[in-house]
């Protein structure tokens, strides 16, 4: 993303309890909100504890969220984000990385679900890997073969012409 006030991080304080959330966040009344919604609630209020949010202007809670006229909704800083999210994939295809994560443990662990998708990406990772192994060992044999024959072939035209 380019210059303008759009581009800039801002730093945004806690969200501000309606007269009906109940201090909002997780836990919030309003609209039921799955599993998933409250996982990804409880971590980005958790991360804004730990270091203060520094591009989230939005809660999980859709009546917390408000829009104000001539400024665009969403993101704050769509650049970086796309950097960083082709980072964390980039990341992601470190066989060590992926370990890494899937051991770590703490009192909010990865959800089973998200779990699964790190198990099932891994497998797949080594599946990708074991077949790639396999196939270059296959060239490397059918290259041995050619030269052998190339050998086998040039000895018997050398012995031939003599």
């Known amino acids: 993303g380019g210059g303008g006030s759009g581009s800039t991080l801002q730093a945004i304080g806690p969200a501000q309890a309606g007269p009906d959330s109940g201090g909002g966040g997780v836990g919030a009344s309003g609209p039921a909100m799955t599993d ?3 996982e990804i609630a409880k971590a ?7 270091s203060g949010p520094q591009a989230v202007a939005d809660t999980s809670n859709p009546y917390e969220r408000e829009r104000k006229e001539g400024e665009p909704c969403g993101l704050k800083n769509i650049g970086n984000t796309c950097y960083v999210n082709s980072f964390l994939q980039t990341l992601f295809l470190v066989p060590e990385f992926v370990d890494c994560v899937l051991r770590y443990r703490e009192e909010s662990e990865l959800s089973p679900h998200e779990k699964e998708r790190f198990v099932e990406a891994r497998e797949k990772r080594r599946q990708r890997e074991a077949a790639m192994a396999a196939e270059a060992e296959a060239r ?3 290259q041995e073969a050619a ?5 086998a072939g040039a000895s018997s035209s050398s012995s031939s012409a003599a």
């Open 36 to 38: 998933e919604d409250k």
């Open 44 to 50: 980005v209020e958790m991360s804004m504890v730990d």
């Open 140 to 142: 490397r044999q059918q």
């Open 147 to 151: 030269e052998r024959e190339a050998a």
